[in-house]
């Protein structure tokens, strides 16, 4: 159904106001522009569609990283192996992949960034988290600084690092174990603190739900908690808060 | 905003098309008729609203009762407690209260029940949901079949009550503990099984989880499980099943 | 024993009556005719057997599938691998595999599909279970509408299909992660809604436990839960429920 | 110690430079201003200190109420009960309890409140939660916006919202049982949301385990989770994100 | 239906053969003697039937102990309150009550006792799970050593008792906290162990949990387990397996 | 130390009482002939040492089969691989293997068996483990009634098979997924039941706890459980109670 | 049996040494002397017995204070109630409590202390489980430093407390909700810490789950655990680590 | 910054002592020379840094087995495979691997070794965990003494082994299963019991969960627990223990 036909018939007489009234009614969403609406949203607000590759077969990979990139002349994905890089790579050349982060994208040169996300790490072993949270941000718009391995068992490691930390508009802080990075950093800092537990450690980290118990938990004030391992959810919503900030 | 007046002035060419469209872009959802279309599902549907009495506020509790038996001349109210009982009676003296089930409820009279659904028991310290179950099952216009402590411990108890069982529409089965009393049933019937596990135990039953987990795993077909002690939601979809065996 | 013959016996005077009411007192429970009614039962009920492939030996799986397909016409097994297909095609080679659901069937020609359920996915990753439960359905004698990729996490996708969703008589909402798309779909319809929770997810999704707790706490009226990923399950169930409707 | 006595001893040559520095070496770390720093932080940054009432013996409590109502003319304490609230009001006349949200506050009259945070729930029962967030939020100086039930399952009251939900900075989605309000919100609106499980609900909620997990396996983008009932832990975090917006 | 006289019509020529075969086909389970046989089979074994107290309505405890101690002259109840006592013994003065095992009982004089079960605790809060085992047993008529206390945290008091453990034909291990006792009994001797968790501790023993998983993991042959704090089933158990030994 | 030599000395008159009571103090455990006693205690009972041969280096198992067969001239080792057994086999030719129960074994010709074990199975999938049940009784001298497929789900083909299962001294239920074998097998038989929870299964199942939190909580009496998939355990307890009976 | 005069006659002749060595073989434990080596051993250590007050009986716990204050002059109690306290005052009146601590002991005057035990904690609901593990510390002969409410939250709180911490033997940390305090309090100093999670905490805390898991989770060398609010059991520990050092 | 240099300006007039405080609250946590004194600590306490070698990439755990072999002559890594026991010795061709314990180590030879530190097991499944803390200590200083397969379902076995255990400064109690060996262990001895959880076992075990919680809830004295398969964390804190004792 087309409501600006409908409406111009109303105009001109050729359907009577109550038939109108109850073709609106029942108006699928969608012809209210909605999902236009929500299309516009996106381009809007500067993010694009993602892409969560693992799992995904082959033909379907594809098929989104083509159009997508010719649409919108940018792709973000998650999670790629090195076998969908090779994937990809045949039909879009210019297709770029971080083997730590294991993104997988296509990105527009010359890309402004803006404001300043903090991404932190307890260890070495949270990187991969870390990176994709950081890229994330980046690929959004974000000045990312990296502060990796300042895990609270060393503690003068991250109080060294105060001044860099208090710089940003949001810190991401991503460690596994015991997963008390976020409520020292939430202690020293005035803005928002994203927490990602990682499923780095053995035993009764039980995969990841120790640190995201200890997360949920912290005493600190200004700290809120996503899934396991997602630095993506991280660095969108660090993107989120930082435009706030530099709006 | 009002659509059949916007209709109308563009009908009157008092508002263009183009700025019709945009206002229909941004219409509240319920300006379409969208509530009161499913206020009238409700009623087309025989389901009236119910109320989760439990830690209701009193003036809240009492304020809805007055308002539904007055509009709809009946009130199905779940969890209730015998003080609730005494504060709504003293306003809607015909409400009337199911100790066992903690029903409070007013209910027109002369109600016809149709079709046929049977409500099983493990044991006897299942009844309370139970009836929470056949109670509600009853009020939206079901006929019920009570067949209590049939649990798989004594099997030829339940077997004995086969003929009962297989006339059923839909079976509503409330089991604790080791919680296999839908399975059971769901191979000796062939209509669909609605499971509802009970928190009646104690030890490793972990308030309800143990039942929830066999019912979940059961090997029969034709078996489904809710909330463990949820009888009214039992007794609700038992009766959408019911009626459309009665239709 | 004979009952058959024990009564015509006892009709004869050849065998008294206490030692005939003695020996039905221990009477195994076939001799009753019991099996046997349980046989005519799927038959009659339209349910024929179904084998779960997964961890079935090879040689126990092809005698299945060559004695039922010769008996019945017809087999449907789930979980099958594409191993599995390659065996059992040699010796039955009118056997069919779809590798997205994993089933491996024999179905005969023609058969009519009646009523209608629909079958709903939050994301594309949720489709093999989903079509698990549609082809189930279809097998059993439904007709069945795919309503995939519409998660609540993008409502306008789900709600502009709303016209479809309440003409089923049963739907069966397929979900991981959050698994919050039965609460929607129950809140949009009147039929009952079978639940799915799927394993898709990682981290906090605790192999479906997340969508598994989701569904059983659903505010919603009129919803139930099967097991995670028992895609079978609710397809047997939505058979039961639409064929009640269709009588 | 004291920093600026050593520096003038050094100046006159009273203390050798090796002396001072190791004398610097051992300093306790507030001497170093750091913990007056931190002091000052909290009052540049408008968070004065707050107090968990629950559980504090009464004299501590009373203690804490008079100092701080006297050194800073105002408190905020949450999950105080109406015992701690008489106790409190004999010391302290102006303090103001909520028994919804158990806020005990004394608070400065004409406080200016800039930005907007929507808190919105899934039901009424989320109310008390709810209301801890909106006024940790009001009391930090921020305008907020209540937006309560409007649940999932009846999710046209959601959508008819839709323009309020969007023109936040922040939304504080507080939600038990299924807890699918945050996925639906973060994909409505661009802003930042926090989710907050609350404990409502029964059987397999588990004390609000069942929200807490779907959030944080939300599908949307924007969205974070803090404890369960932790109304004032998603208060405080709003108000950060909306200063950053009206900075 | 009476069998006998269907048969008995059979014989006369009243009823033909196929009749009675169909009617025999649909008989009830009870019909055949079955529940006869079941109610012998109780008689018979010695045990007869025993009720759980806790949570039963007052009326229907107070019908059971009269039935069952005036056709039976005897009734065992576990799990009772004084309450319950004082309730009981007003309608049934012969009832004793053992507040430690809380055993509200009717038991004949002079029974005799056979065989050997030893009822073994780690420490002295177990023991009223213990005395609900050992008292169990005696009234199903074993002889019963208890052996309390000898807890592994002081592994030479459960070593001085070797020779009484033994000496019994099976042993029932009741332990909370680390649950270990169980194993080292089960090292010790030759005949069966029953191991009962108990609900004894704090912290990390959630409620059994630990007690239970550490007596599922026994490193130790022939050991099995029951229920969190279920004395009753251990005491049942034991005398099944000491009556084989005396039979 | 030698016991008897120390005795002699004493005897002799060559060591002081005093010193002789000194030396018995610290007397190591085996001295006593503890492990000697021990070592009688296995071969009297007749329950040899059995080999858990799962994750055994290689080197070690060899050892352990080539030195016990040639002690005893038996061994029983539970979950060998196909690999095990051909490394044994080279070096113990007499070694038999069953690739079902996964036992690796050299068992002497013409074992008695006496008693009766029935170990049942609710589906074909638990058939590994009931198998490891069954032959470890029948190796350590017990007649095994193999009852399998006869899951509660269709509950007359347990029923059928009552006759075969009262005969029995212990029965062994094996089960996965809803695990309610047990309760129903013990509400038929007045003979102690084992029951053994199975990993077989998926999704809720969470690898047999469901299971085995349906067997712990049987509302049935005489039945105990012993850890997931311990095939090999409920062998050895049922060979215990056997026992006790044809003694 | 008396093991001396066994010797005597062994001695003398009148029993044969064959005969006094069947008799050592069955010599119960305690009659070698190790009962009271173990009541030695304790004497020696100085390590006295202890009392679990809660739940246990009045007339028992009274026995035990009567019978260990009169034997030892000392008793050390714990988790004892104030009707605890007032029942032993009649009958032991030296007896003094701590309602803090619940700690309620009898206790010589003028013991000297030694060492250092730090007992640190992260807030100020943490202390009664500190408290508990400091008296218990100070009664076996440490002196402790009590360091509390250094939460993680304020790093600066902790580190400005540096100097007192690193100049223990063995610290003690008690925290619940996030539970991070031990892994930092092992990064700072050299000695053993042996960490305390406390049920302090609502939501995700699951009851001292939280703070558990982070701490066996950390990061940090020399860290141990013991169970939930096991103040006791980590004064214990700490006295022995300490008396190591002052030896 | 220098803070020497700022100290000499001070001194020498050219820096006022205002702007000399000003600079030193800002002062890196580094400058202080806080890095430098935590790397002296490490030094002088002899606990050089260790490598957790598991998922380390190959280019960074080369880098620092070259980097530490050359300034410490020293390095100890824990979880290492044989591929990176490859890796690493074509660069460092003194390093040293031990498969069992899977530690890659070099080490100075004719190191002294103090003290005792004794590591028992329960089982030789166990001893790979074992092995990694008996080597740590070793490595660290300590003497060991091994006690291997001890476990308590043949309590006699470790009873035998009593003389050596209480010789030690600190135990290493190694378990899976059920776990019960470090409560004997801590029953037996005087010294700290240091307790690991083993992931040893099937089933109800749940990766070591079952004896990590039998730990947590042990009965004994003076035990604490670290994470599951933690040796090298039990090593270190052994390490320590026994050097208090030494020193």
Same mark, same amino acid.
């Given at each position: 159904?087309?409501?600006?036909?409908?409406?111009?018939?109303?105009?001109?007489?050729? /359907?009577?106001?109550?038939?109108?009234?109850?073709?609106?009614?029942?108006?699928?969403?969608?012809?209210?522009? !909605?999902?236009?609406?929500?299309?516009?949203?996106?381009?809007?607000?500067?993010?694009?569609?993602?892409?969560?590759?693992?799992?995904?077969?082959?033909?379907?990979?594809?098929?989104?990283?083509?159009?997508?990139?010719?649409?919108?002349?940018?792709?973000?994905?998650?999670?790629?192996?090195?076998?969908?890089?090779?994937?990809?790579?045949?039909?879009?050349?210019?297709?770029? !992949?971080?083997?730590?982060?294991?993104?997988?994208?296509?990105?527009?040169?010359?890309?402004?960034?803006? $404001?300043?996300?903090?991404?932190?790490? $307890?260890?070495?072993?949270?990187?991969?988290?870390?990176?994709?949270?950081?890229?994330?941000?980046? !690929?959004? $718009?974000?000045?990312?600084?990296?502060?990796?391995?300042?895990?609270?068992?060393?503690?003068?490691?991250?109080?060294?690092?105060?001044?860099?930390?208090?710089?940003?508009?949001?810190?991401?802080?991503?460690?596994?174990?015991?997963?008390?990075?976020?409520?020292?950093?939430?202690?020293?800092?005035?803005?928002? /603190? /994203?927490?990602?537990?990682?499923?780095?450690?053995? $035993?009764?980290?039980?995969?990841?739900?120790?640190?995201?118990?200890?997360?949920?938990?912290?005493?600190?004030?200004?700290?809120?908690?996503?899934?396991?391992?997602?630095? !993506?959810?991280?660095?969108?919503?660090?993107?989120?808060?930082?435009?706030?900030?530099?709006?």
């Amino acid at each position: 159904m087309d409501v600006k036909k409908l409406l111009e018939q109303v105009r001109d007489g050729v /359907v009577q106001v109550e038939d109108a009234q109850e073709a609106l009614k029942n108006l699928p969403y969608e012809d209210l522009g !909605y999902a236009k609406l929500d299309h516009h949203r996106k381009l809007r607000s500067g993010f694009g569609e993602t892409v969560f590759c693992q799992g995904k077969p082959d033909a379907f990979l594809l098929e989104i990283y083509k159009r997508l990139s010719e649409r919108d002349g940018e792709v973000l994905g998650t999670r790629a192996s090195e076998e969908q890089h090779r994937l990809v790579k045949e039909a879009v050349p210019q297709v770029a !992949y971080d083997p730590i982060s294991r993104i997988l994208k296509v990105e527009k040169e010359g890309k402004e960034r803006k $404001g300043l996300v903090a991404v932190c790490t $307890g260890g070495t072993a949270d990187i991969p988290v870390a990176e994709e949270a950081a890229q994330t941000a980046e !690929y959004f $718009g974000c000045r990312v600084d990296r502060i990796f391995d300042v895990g609270v068992a060393g503690i003068h490691r991250l109080l060294s690092q105060r001044e860099r930390i208090v710089r940003a508009n949001c810190i991401v802080a991503v460690a596994g174990m015991e997963g008390a990075l976020g409520t020292v950093l939430a202690g020293l800092a005035d803005c928002p /603190v /994203v927490a990602v537990p990682t499923s780095v450690g053995y $035993g009764a980290s039980f995969h990841g739900l120790s640190a995201l118990l200890t997360m949920l938990n912290s005493c600190a004030n200004g700290i809120s908690v996503v899934n396991i391992d997602n630095g !993506y959810g991280a660095g969108y919503l660090a993107t989120q808060i930082n435009r706030l900030a530099v709006k």
